[in-house]
């Protein structure tokens, strides 16, 4: 299909650049035409094989032209002709070749399928494919180079088009993509297929219609293309004449930014004539326009944006007898005149004539907002002939006074909503507005306390904004119907005083001299007072209320706890947020409806009361000088007091209450808690707490599971004895105390899993005896020594007694010396194991274990920071079979480690300066950590061969090794996925 630029018609030329069409080459594949509209024009599915030859010599010839023609491309072009039968003369190949397609086409349609919906013929084709490409420059088929701009979208199209409308697209085209490959023609009833594409935008209409010839005809139906939008777009007067005698039933013409606005609109007006609705603007409209107008019979919406109107020396009359909607924005006119008996919204917002003559008895809503031309007198002149009024919007004409409202409201007694922001002349006191609902006064610099007399009249006012009103002192309504007032940047506002028993919203803020509050409200429920600094006083009678912010309200003393107490205004309230009122000190609430209370930053509160039996969730960040606090009886599920450092007393009846911190309350000597359902209990560093709080405590909570005692040397024998009562006990820390007898936890804790005694430095070498001679704490798993002063001989009967331990940790101990399995009872064991059976390597050498030796449980061991350990010798007569976690790090006189376990998975030597010898025999070893070792490369690479499964290794700051001996250790470990080392030898 051959064509040249006078043939392009009207969508090729229709793009942001204004220029003129050209040929649109479409890059496809084999498979695309196959499935495409050449599939119509030679028939390769039908009977005769001569098409199919006619469509392969097509086909050549069209690639020949293509390589003589193209620079560089390797694909198949196709020139699709845009012309849609708009203007221009085809060429007779052109319309011989599109009559032949036409012909076939319907003779396959009339035999196949119903009567299609008849509709204005249109070729539709090349433009969709435009289209979609333009807003999906990825689709596989085609190039960005071979498609123009959109006639419809463009960028302005594209940027408008929500993630809905794309998701409706890519339906569309993933449908279109399997009709392709499945060569499967579309057959949908017309009347469906016209239901189905009734919900789609324009763009949407143009990816529909490159489905199939069936999508095209019906996308094209004039019912979608009511609305012509041609909004900045460059279009010229001949293309648009040709759109209105395609479509002259559209209703609707949006030709703002288009250049020549004047005769567009004329053609508009004379050619459609169903027009109801025309928006216009950046350009000039002559009095032709205004003339014309009138022959516009149906017209009932006109909207002309950012336009000078008329020759800008008469006046210029708008005269229309149906218009109900008329919008002049931001228009430049010397004079105007609306004679509109039908007009019910005007819109003359910041155009700058300095007179307006309106004949609209019907007019209802009014806008004249920045007029900054119009006088109080025009401004009078121009809304006093509008008996019906009910809307008045005059912000910013700075030239209205109290004397045109007064006039205004005898001649517009409907009036119920006004607008007289930045109008500095008025004060309201001589004006009576008694029907208003809506009164928006900001910026208003004569509105004082004297003009609150005038508002109170209108007492069917329903919102009311009195934003940056700066001679405004005080505010006293009794206005039973106003729902919704506003108080932003009034910088001299003191007293604030509402009754409304409908009022829902309150907004005030940034008003730094505001004193007093009383607010009377049957529907309010939630009320934000934020950095009101001078705040002092607040009285509240509202049996709705529920949620309360006051935080940064710096000036609030004790007595607002009076205010939300359970004999305050506030019976239902449920969210108190006090957070940086910094002058508060006691603090007590009782209320049977808190639920949420922050204290945060309130530095100053020194005693804590709360009787909030549902109260869940408490916030006392910042609460540094707390030094009482109780809360009985509350709904919390847990509570941490540790950020009060100065806490010296505390009661705490909680029945809900599963965890307790009392982390860091250094000085607390009397605590009481009634939690029955306690679980977890944490008193780190309560160096004052003694053993009667502990017996207290095991006693009102039986079902403690995990208790820490961390720091708190004044826990004695007596105190450890009452942990009897504890049967579900089976956590206890008591790292860095005292003790010196551990009998009081073997007798008391009998289902002990995790015992913690870091640091214990009076505890004897016999203290654990118990454990690995008398079977004391059966279920202990984990055991922590660290920092401990245990000898070698009792830490190695331990080891050897107690093999039912899963986790040891051994951290610090200076009197650790070797850790050397590889010996029995002080001489070799006689007998070794078939370590195969276990996944190690056998060998000549290898004997079987006796039986009666049970295997180990420790899985995980640590001795990190033993400075005197020299030797670790783990053979397989050791049995620990389930040792997965070795940490030996820090230990700087470590020589030697010979370690053989079958599931040892991690292994940490880092920081062993005098490490030497490595000998591994570990199978399922996955990583190493040899960090600052002295060890050379031949010894880890000897180590490594055995660990076959090896993945991490970090030989970083090895003085020994070699960053270039990295290849080494691969061959030598070829499991090794990442291996850290210096980048530069040390």
Not at 464 to 473: A, V
């Amino acid at each position: 299909m051959e064509n040249d630029d006078s043939e392009s018609g009207f969508w090729a030329d229709f793009d942001n650049g204004g220029g003129g069409g050209g040929e649109l080459g479409l890059e496809v594949d084999a498979e695309l035409a196959n499935a495409m509209e050449t599939d119509e024009m030679f028939d390769l599915g039908g009977e005769s094989g001569e098409r199919s030859e006619d469509f392969l010599l097509w086909l050549n010839e069209r690639k020949g032209r293509q390589d003589d023609g193209a620079s560089g491309s390797q694909e198949l072009k196709l020139d699709v002709n845009l012309n849609l039968g708009l203007g221009g003369e085809s060429s007779s190949s052109t319309s011989a070749a599109m009559d032949a397609v036409r012909r076939e086409s319907s003779d396959r349609d009339s035999q196949s399928k119903r009567p299609k919906v008849h509709s204005f013929s249109l070729d539709w084709g090349t433009q969709f494919e435009n289209e979609f490409h333009y807003l999906h420059p990825h689709h596989g088929k085609f190039d960005d180079e071979d498609l123009p701009d959109s006639p419809i979208g463009g960028d302005d199209a594209t940027n408008n088009i929500d993630a809905d409308r794309m998701d409706d697209a890519e339906v569309l085209m993933d449908l279109a993509d399997r009709i392709d490959d499945m060569e499967v023609r579309m057959d949908l009833t017309d009347d469906l297929l016209h239901m189905v594409l009734s919900f789609l935008e324009h763009i949407d209409l143009c990816r529909a219609a490159r489905v199939c010839r069936q999508w095209r005809d019906a996308s094209s139906h004039e019912d979608f293309w009511r609305h012509l939008n041609f909004e900045n777009r460059h279009i010229s007067l001949q293309q648009f004449e040709d759109m209105c005698h395609r479509y002259p039933n559209a209703t609707a013409v949006n030709i703002y930014g288009a250049p020549a606005i004047h005769p567009l609109a004329m053609k508009a007006m004379s050619s459609l004539r169903n027009l109801e609705v025309l928006t216009l603007g950046k350009g000039q409209l002559g009095e032709a326009f205004f003339q014309a107008l009138t022959d516009c019979h149906m017209l009932k919406s006109l909207n002309i944006n950012d336009a000078t109107l008329g020759n800008g020396i008469q006046e210029t009359p708008i005269s229309h007898d149906r218009l109900h909607d008329l919008q002049i924005v931001k228009c430049r006119v010397v004079r105007i005149s609306i004679r509109c008996p039908q007009l019910e919204t005007l819109s003359l917002k910041r155009s700058s004539m300095p007179h307006a003559v309106l004949n609209c008895p019907l007019l209802r809503e009014l806008d004249i907002a920045s007029c900054h031309k119009l006088s109080d007198a025009a401004i009078r002149s121009a809304v006093t002939p509008c008996p019906l009024l009910e809307s008045l919007d005059m912000s910013n004409c700075s030239c209205v006074s109290d004397e045109t409202l007064q006039v205004i409201s005898q001649h517009c007694i409907h009036l119920r909503i006004l607008d007289a922001s930045y109008c500095p002349n008025i004060s309201l006191e001589s004006v009576r507005l008694n029907l208003l609902t809506v009164l928006k006064l900001h910026s208003c610099e004569g509105i004082t306390s004297a003009s609150m007399v005038a508002i109170a009249s209108s007492s069917l006012l329903e919102v009311l904004e009195l934003d940056n009103c700066s001679l405004l002192t005080s505010v006293s309504l009794d206005l039973q119907r106003l729902k919704n007032i506003r108080l932003v940047h009034c910088r001299k506002f003191i007293d604030l005083t509402l009754r409304s028993s409908v009022l829902t919203s309150i907004t005030v803020s940034n008003c730094p001299s505001l004193q007093r509050i009383s607010i009377t409200s049957n529907a309010l429920k939630k009320l934000v007072l934020q950095k009101q600094e001078s705040l002092t006083t607040l009285v509240l009678q509202c049996p709705s209320l529920q949620e309360v912010d006051l935080a940064e309200c710096e000036s609030l003393t004790n007595s607002i706890c009076e205010v939300f107490g359970s004999g305050g205004g506030c019976p239902l309230l449920r969210s108190l947020v006090l957070d940086n009122c910094e002058r508060l000190t006691t603090v007590s609430f009782r209320s049977t409806s808190l639920v949420s209370l922050s204290l945060g930053g309130c530095r100053a509160i020194t005693s804590l009361e709360l009787k909030c039996p549902y109260l869940e969730h408490v916030s006392l960040d910042g609460c540094d000088h707390l030094e009482r606090a109780s809360f009985s009886p509350v709904g919390l599920k847990s509570l941490n007091m540790g950020i009060c450092p100065k806490l010296n007393v505390l009661l705490v009846e909680a029945p809900s209450m599963v965890s307790l911190e009392l982390k860091g309350c250094g000085v607390l000597s009397e605590a009481f808690i009634y939690c029955p359902l306690l679980t977890a209990l944490d008193a780190s560093f309560c160096s004052q707490l003694k053993d009667d709080f502990l017996s207290a405590t095991a006693f009102s909570c039986p079902l403690i599971e995990s208790l820490v005692l961390m720091s708190c040397p004044s826990v004695g024998p007596d105190g450890l004895s009452s942990l009897r009562g504890l049967r579900s006990l089976t956590y206890l820390d008591l790292s860095y105390t005292f003790l010196v007898n551990l009998q009081p936890v073997f007798r008391s804790c009998l289902y002990l899993k995790v015992l913690k005694l870091q640091a214990c430095k009076y505890l004897s070498d016999t203290s654990l005896e118990p454990i690995y001679k008398g079977n004391a704490l059966p279920a202990l798993c984990e055991l922590d020594l660290s920092y401990g002063t245990l000898r070698q001989s009792a830490i190695e009967e331990l080891l050897a007694g107690c093999r039912h331990l899963t986790h040891v940790s051994l951290n610090g101990c200076v009197n650790m010396h070797d850790l050397d399995w590889g010996f029995h009872n002080g001489r070799l064991s006689d007998v070794s194991t078939s370590y195969e059976l276990f996944g190690g390597s056998s060998g000549e050498n290898d004997m079987l274990l006796p039986e009666h030796e049970p295997n180990r449980l420790l899985q995980n061991l640590n001795c990190v920071c033993c400075p005197n350990i020299k030797k670790v010798v783990i053979p397989p007569t050791a049995r620990c079979f389930h040792l997965s976690s070795l940490n030996l790090s820090l230990s700087s006189n470590l020589k030697e480690v010979d370690i053989s376990c079958c599931n040892l998975l991690f292994l940490n030597l880092s920081n062993c300066n005098s490490l030497e010898i490595l000998k591994l025999d570990c199978p399922r070893l996955t990583s190493l950590f040899l960090q600052s070792c002295s060890i050379d490369e031949e010894a880890v690479e000897t180590a490594i061969i055995h660990c076959s499964v090896l993945e991490t290794l970090d030989v970083r700051f090895c003085p020994k090794i070699s960053p270039l001996s990295m290849s080494t250790l691969r061959q030598a470990c070829p499991s090794l996925k990442r291996i850290f080392s210096s980048l530069a030898a040390t």
